[in-house]
């Protein structure tokens, strides 16, 4: 998923560029409201497909955290990839970029470990 995002910005990016800004700056709230409605509606489809295809979901809340992930990685990509942003440290190539907002989606979802994981962890951290 997060490769046919970057990818879709990639080879439409003369068209998504200017369109994205559009939404971000046009006036009419109703506007954009109307296209907060159409990602809203986007990311509600996408949800049932990532629920049903990634292992190992363990967040409390999957349906937020899949909705959460799928936004954040869109917006990690859009600012790298739409906008060349310059703020980004380390600079990345376009596998690198993929391969660690994919590792970021899959640790997000993974959840956060609980307290025995956690001390398992820790443990395991001291004795190496």
């Known amino acids: 998923m997060?490769?046919?995002?970057?990818?879709g910005y990639r080879r439409h990016k003369d068209l998504l560029r200017p369109l994205a800004l559009y939404?971000?700056?046009h006036p009419d709230r109703a506007f954009r409201g109307r296209a907060r409605k159409l990602?809203?509606?986007v990311f509600a489809d996408l949800r049932p497909l990532l629920?049903?295809?990634?292992?190992?979901?363990r967040h409390p809340q999957p349906e937020i955290a899949v909705t959460?992930?799928?936004s954040a990685i869109a917006a990690v990509l859009q600012e790298q990839i739409l906008f060349d942003d310059v703020t980004s440290l380390p600079p990345l190539g376009d596998?690198?970029?993929i391969?660690?907002?994919a590792r970021m989606m899959r640790s997000y979802?993974?959840?956060?470990?609980?307290?025995?994981?956690?001390?398992?962890?820790?443990?395991?951290?001291?004795?190496?």
């Not at 997060?2 to 990818?7: F, T, Y």
């Not at 609980?114 to 190496?128: C, G, H, I, P």
């Open 2 to 7: 997060v490769r046919g995002i970057a990818e």
């Open 23 to 25: 939404v971000r700056t």
């Open 39 to 41: 990602n809203a509606a």
């Open 51 to 57: 629920m049903n295809t990634q292992p190992g979901i």
């Open 68 to 70: 959460f992930a799928v």
């Open 95 to 97: 596998h690198e970029l």
């Open 99 to 101: 391969c660690e907002a």
């Open 109 to 128: 979802l993974a959840g956060c470990p609980s307290k025995t994981d956690a001390a398992t962890l820790e443990s395991s951290n001291v004795s190496s």
